[in-house]
T-cell receptor
Framework: EDQVTQSPEALRLQEGESSSLNCSYT??????LFWYRQDPGKGPEFLFT???AGEEKEKERLKATLTKKESFLHITAPKPEDSATYLC?????????FGAGTTVTVRA | EAQVTQNPRYLITVTGKKLTVTCSQN?????MSWYRQDPGLGLRQIYY???????DKGDVPEGYKVSRKEKRNFPLILESPSPNQTSLYFC???????????FGSGTRLTVV
């Protein structure tokens, strides 16, 4: 069974304080690893797709990396608007399996 | 605008009263799926569909039905809702098996 574990559960940062979120996974037949951002009461918003170990993607203050067993989402110099829950998910053919998420709070 | 549209956004109903949550996508996506999200349990897949008339169970299918008669629509049916189906529901679609899902805005269902 596919498993996705995210850590930490919650992260409180000062504005400008860089940090990293971890996503470790086990999956049969990885079709992709995905990062989403979710704001309270809203649907997950797609951020990145990573397909193979060594791959990296960047968007503004966010950078995602992938190894064979885990992925990291690095937040550089975060701002209050980066506060959200960040979800990691792995896909095999039809199913997207999600981790529980990391809730990031950035204080001004 | 490319999107997944769910209706209604909010629904309060009584135990046993059949209901349907509609989902439509305008991106010509092959894959569609329903998820429910509960505190502490995260997002769990209910059903998915690979194409018209092709559907299969996800992790938590009990108490739900789906159909895919047209490519763009994927309604979720609760024949006899129970309080344990109170949850936040998301419909999602993707172009192919290696692509990420695009999610709808969600339907908050309360069964009393």
């Amino acid at each position: 069974e596919d498993q996705v574990t995210q850590s930490p559960e919650a992260l409180r940062l000062q504005e400008g304080e860089s940090s990293s979120l971890n996503c470790s996974y086990t999956v049969s037949g990885l079709r992709g690893l995905f990062w989403y951002r979710q704001d309270p009461g809203k649907g997950p918003e797609f951020l990145f797709t990573l397909y193979s170990a060594g791959e990296e993607k960047e968007k503004e203050r966010l950078k995602a990396t992938l190894t064979k067993k885990e992925s990291f989402l690095h937040i550089t110099a975060p701002k209050p608007e980066d506060s959200a829950t960040y979800l990691c998910a792995v896909r095999n053919d039809y199913k997207l399996s999600f981790g529980a998420g990391t809730t990031v709070t950035v204080r001004a | 605008e490319a999107q997944v549209t769910q209706n209604p956004r909010y629904l309060i109903t009584v135990t046993g009263k059949k209901l349907t949550v509609t989902c439509s996508q305008n991106m010509n996506h092959e894959y569609m799926s329903w998820y429910r999200q509960d505190p502490g349990l995260g997002l769990r897949q209910i059903y998915y569909s690979m194409n018209v008339e092709v559907t299969d169970k996800g992790d938590v299918p009990e108490g739900y039905k789906v159909s895919r008669k047209e490519k763009r629509n994927f309604p979720l049916i609760l024949e006899s809702p129970s309080p344990n189906q109170t949850s936040l529901y998301f419909c999602a679609s993707s172009l192919y098996s290696g692509s990420g899902y695009t999610f709808g805005s969600g339907t908050r269902l309360t069964v009393v």
